[in-house]
């Protein structure tokens, strides 16, 4: 679960511009937040307001890289960094990021610093008995010479596994990363903890639709819980879809076939006969499965594409309203789900990106950040610019004079 993170200088974020998850329910509003123990919740779920091009897709994009960076080691030395471009007015300096999280009921504060070539500097912090301990720190020396690394004395390292870190962390991938490519004691049970909850509970996949159809099904059909998931909610969809299975039409070619009923006839659709709208909301449900089943993070661009609002708004409340450890961040359009009570009554869950005109970076407000009276609507209140990340757009009328001579302002 993020509790924080703040990027600088990435894509079109120019200044530090910080998101907190940190939640402002009230005691009796359980289902919105993740009670991480201490009195310390963090929101279930982040959605991210804008006009195109204002930036929401790069504060998700800053999100997966972080955590990217510390699972994915190089193997070459010369190797850039797996970043986007820095801000294209900032060019030569470095981008910062900042994230905390938990993980395994532990808060972890990670920094870190880096340009194309190099990471500048990193420092993971970490709570094993909710007091800040440090868990390593590193820092460039010089191109040719080995990182400075530092390990915090609570992880209970030997020299040689230190060593070992010592010896195959590059300029240009994360210390922890480290633990990709090689094989530790025992005693370096706290980084292969943090680096496996990463790992398997951080879906920084954020479109939808990347896994063919076929291969999808196939996964579910042979785990009956996740099968009657998904009948479950495509039923509750209203799609009249009671069953489906995959159908070979040639070696290594694959259709999936779904039984309808319509009153008490059924019929039968492939899935090129099926609306874009229905496999668009198939290509969620796996995500929604893992979301309210296990624990995970799940960032997504663009999630109400395809989508009617009032589905996307029965797909929020699925989530909201049944799971336990999960963690749901995504852009959206759908200004229809700011008339739901969902975000209405709990503001503290959207936030809204602008780009500022004088700068070209964005920035990021959190919907009770505002001072919008309670009985004011959040959704006419969007509208009508009291929140700004609407576009601001220009005359419809084209002049015969601007074909000829026409200058951008």
């Given amino acids: 679960?993020?509790?924080?993170?703040?990027?600088?200088?990435?894509?079109?974020?120019?200044?530090?511009?910080?998101?907190?998850?940190?939640?402002?329910?009230?005691?009796?509003?359980?289902?919105?937040?993740?009670?991480?123990?201490?009195?310390?919740?963090?929101?279930?779920?982040?959605?991210?307001?804008?006009?195109?091009?204002?930036?929401?897709?790069?504060?998700?994009m800053a999100i997966q890289t972080v955590f990217q960076l510390l699972t994915h080691a190089q193997t070459a030395r010369t190797a850039l960094v797996p970043s986007?471009?820095?801000?294209?007015?900032?060019?030569?300096?470095?981008?910062?990021?900042?994230?905390?999280?938990?993980?395994?009921?532990?808060?972890?504060?990670?920094?870190?610093?880096?340009?194309?070539?190099?990471?500048?500097?990193?420092?993971?912090?970490?709570?094993?008995?909710?007091?800040?301990?440090?868990?390593?720190?590193?820092?460039?020396?010089?191109?040719?010479?080995?990182?400075?690394?530092k390990f915090g004395g609570s992880l209970g390292l030997t020299q040689k596994t230190e060593d070992v870190f010592l010896q195959n962390t590059l300029n240009n991938h994360t210390v922890l990363s480290v633990f990709e490519k090689n094989a530790l004691g025992p005693d370096a049970k706290p980084i292969a903890d943090l680096y496996r909850w990463i790992s398997e509970h951080v879906v920084t996949s954020i479109q939808l639709g990347e896994i063919p159809l076929a291969d999808q099904i196939r996964q579910v059909i042979v785990d009956n819980r996740q099968k009657n998931f998904y009948l479950m909610m495509l039923g509750q969809a209203d799609f009249n879809i009671t069953d489906f299975y995959l159908q070979t039409l040639s070696p290594g070619e694959e259709k999936v076939v779904f039984v309808c009923k319509?009153?008490?006839?059924?019929?039968?659709?492939?899935?090129?006969?099926?609306?874009?709208?229905?496999?668009?909301?198939?290509?969620?449900?796996?995500?929604?499965?893992?979301?309210v089943m296990g624990e995970k993070i799940v960032i997504v661009d663009e999630i109400d594409e395809n989508l009617h609002d009032e589905l996307l708004a029965y797909v929020m409340q699925v989530y909201i309203l049944n799971s336990k450890h999960s963690q749901l961040l995504f852009t959206s359009q759908e200004t229809a789900l700011l008339m739901d009570e969902l975000l209405n009554e709990h503001r503290y869950l959207a936030f809204f990106v602008e780009k500022d005109k004088a700068s070209a970076s964005s920035e990021y407000t959190r919907g009770d950040e505002f001072g919008l009276h309670k009985n004011l609507s959040l959704y006419n209140s969007y509208c009508n610019g009291r929140?700004?990340?609407?576009?601001?757009?220009?005359?419809?009328?084209?002049?015969?004079?601007?074909l000829e001579n026409y200058e951008a302002k």
């Fill in 387 to 402: 929140m700004g990340a609407l576009p601001e757009l220009g005359s419809p009328i084209v002049y015969e004079d601007w």
């Fill in 262 to 291: 319509a009153g008490e006839k059924h019929f039968e659709l492939t899935e090129d006969e099926q609306s874009v709208g229905t496999l668009k909301y198939i290509s969620f449900l796996p995500l929604l499965y893992q979301l």
């Fill in 1 to 60: 679960m993020i509790r924080e993170f703040w990027v600088e200088n990435f894509l079109s974020i120019k200044e530090k511009q910080t998101i907190s998850f940190e939640s402002r329910a009230k005691a009796n509003e359980h289902y919105f937040a993740v009670d991480m123990g201490w009195s310390n919740r963090v929101n279930k779920l982040g959605i991210f307001y804008g006009a195109n091009a204002a930036g929401k897709s790069n504060m998700l």
């Fill in 84 to 149: 986007r471009p820095p801000f294209a007015l900032d060019r030569g300096k470095p981008t910062s990021m900042f994230v905390s999280f938990y993980a395994n009921q532990i808060r972890y504060d990670y920094k870190v610093v880096y340009d194309a070539h190099c990471i500048v500097s990193e420092r993971l912090d970490w709570y094993p008995n909710k007091s800040k301990k440090l868990f390593y720190e590193r820092k460039f020396t010089s191109e040719d010479l080995q990182a400075d690394i």
